[in-house]
């Protein structure tokens, strides 16, 4: 199945620093989202960007959909120790956004 | 989220059985799925149902099996042919965007 690129894997920072995290793929995407999944649970949403170029954010987290429509970025401003957690993009190539192509996830760990 | 319901929350079983992992949802969301997750992976997509009393494959269908009989219900059977099963299981709904479950740990003894 298709695959989306997601980078880097981990990063590993100090409480305060801000963060980037990018997908990219070979293919178009209609919708960009990114989720954020905590240990043991299933992945919460974090943003959706349904528009190529929208910038979209969400108190600290800010989100980006490529003008190319084959990428997407996450930007985490000014990090805590709760943000610790794995980050995914997902795409869907579909308008009603049902089939969802997963990254392989962006592992946090911020230190105090 | 809340509204899906997945049990057990870990799950042990002998190499070649079958079992089944439940995924019970409230929203009344018409769309289901279920997604297998690897450490250090994404989510692969396992099969996936837009309407009760239909379902179509995913990319990773399988050794696995499926049915929707009700639309709060979605049940996934990881079979015996299933080569390795020992994973993390996320069902999900669709409601605007995809809603998920907390997950099944399966481990095979």
């Known amino acids: 199945g298709q695959q989306l690129n997601q980078s880097p894997q981990s990063m590993f920072i100090q409480e305060g620093e801000d963060v980037s995290m990018n997908c990219t793929s070979s293919?178009?995407?209609?919708?960009w989202l990114w989720y954020k999944q905590d240990p043991g649970e299933g992945p919460v949403l974090l943003i959706a960007?349904?528009?190529?170029?929208e910038l979209t954010s969400n108190g600290r987290l800010t989100a980006q959909f490529g003008i190319t429509r084959k990428d997407s970025f996450l930007n985490i401003s000014a990090s805590i120790p709760s943000d610790v957690g794995i980050y995914f993009c997902?795409?869907?190539?579909?308008?009603?956004?049902?089939?969802?192509?997963f990254g392989e996830g962006t592992q946090l760990t911020v230190n105090p | 989220d809340g509204g899906i319901t997945q049990s057990p929350k870990y799950l042990f079983r002998k190499e070649g059985q079958n079992v089944t992992l439940s995924c019970e949802q409230n929203?009344?969301?018409?769309?289901m799925y279920w997604y297998r997750q690897d450490p250090g992976q994404g989510l692969r997509l396992i099969y996936y149902?837009?309407?009760?009393?239909?379902?179509q494959k995913g990319d990773i269908a399988e050794g696995y099996s499926v049915s929707r009989e009700k639309k709060e219900s979605f049940p996934l059977t990881v079979t015996s042919a299933q080569k390795n099963p020992t994973a993390f299981y996320l069902c999900a709904t669709l409601g605007g965007r995809q809603h998920f479950g907390d997950g099944t740990r399966l481990s095979i003894l």
């Open positions: 997902a795409g869907s190539q579909e308008t009603s956004g049902s089939r969802l192509t």
């Open positions: 293919s178009i995407f209609n919708t």
């Open positions: 929203l009344n969301h018409d769309a």
């Open positions: 960007l349904y528009k190529a170029g």
């Open positions: 149902s837009q309407i009760v009393n239909d379902f």
